[in-house]
């Protein structure tokens, strides 16, 4: 299956909110509440941030939020930080016990 | 806490094989799903496949369909990749990651290791 599509960067500046788009199929995003959302910092391994479309881990700031309409899910980070500054990637199960992942989307704090 | 760590990567030449292993610590390994997943450098994460909690259930990308096998040990609590007849394509970080929920299958990827850098060139 095709690789979710995201866009390659977002910006915004400290304490603004930020919003990163995913698009699928009916075949995976739209006909599963399996969205997940992954930070990755360079050289480090990703990191699970919001999973089931809208649910996060312990741990995870609630400045960080997913939500899903569609074929499209979303995710929101909200009062933005320096250290929100990394490529966030979303996955959605897609069938048949499998998993496609996005492009990738590098968020920039300016 | 959680930790995960792979091992095994290398240079191979095409067609070559290798195995992958990852040494879970910290959890109740025998009760969680774990996963491959891969990332060739400077592009996106791939998933690869997928274990069960007791290993009866095995699950593959295409890419690599007949070609990698997955296993476990949950008395040593490791998780394996057989890679055989590799192609250039397959030159990734290869990580491991648990399942969100025990006993449940293909949900998200909770914890991650660092990965193991698999390249395959002649």
């Known amino acids: 299956q095709s690789a979710l599509t995201q866009p390659a960067s977002v910006s915004g500046s400290p304490g603004q909110s930020i919003t990163i788009s995913c698009t699928g199929t009916?075949?995976?995003?739209?006909?599963?509440?399996?969205v997940s959302w992954y930070q990755q910092h360079p050289g480090k391994a990703p990191k699970v941030m919001v999973y089931e479309v809208t649910r996060r881990p312990s741990g995870v700031s609630d400045r960080f939020s997913g939500s899903k309409s569609g074929n499209t899910a979303s995710l929101t980070i909200s009062g933005l930080q320096a250290e929100d500054e990394a490529v966030y990637y979303c996955c959605s199960y897609a069938g048949s016990n499998s998993h496609v992942f996005g492009t990738g989307t590098k968020v920039t704090v300016l | 806490q959680v930790q995960l760590v792979e091992s095994g990567g290398g240079v191979v030449q095409p067609g070559e094989s290798l195995r992958l292993s990852c040494a879970a610590s910290?959890?109740?390994?025998?009760?969680?799903?774990v996963h491959w997943l891969r990332q060739s450098p400077g592009k996106g994460l791939e998933w690869v496949a997928f274990?069960?909690?007791?290993?009866?259930?095995?699950d593959y990308a295409d890419s690599v369909k007949g070609r990698f096998t997955i296993s476990r040990d949950n008395s040593k609590n490791t998780l394996y990749l057989q890679m055989n007849n590799l192609k250039a394509e397959d030159s990734a970080v290869y990580y491991c990651?648990?399942?969100?929920?025990?006993?449940?299958?293909?949900?998200?990827?909770?914890?991650w290791g660092q990965g193991t850098l698999v390249t395959v060139s002649s």
């Open positions: 990651a648990k399942e969100g929920v025990p006993y449940y299958s293909h949900y998200h990827f909770d914890d």
């Open positions: 009916s075949n995976d995003i739209g006909n599963y509440n399996l």
């Open positions: 910290g959890f109740a390994f025998s009760d969680f799903g």
């Open positions: 274990i069960r909690y007791d290993g009866r259930n095995k």
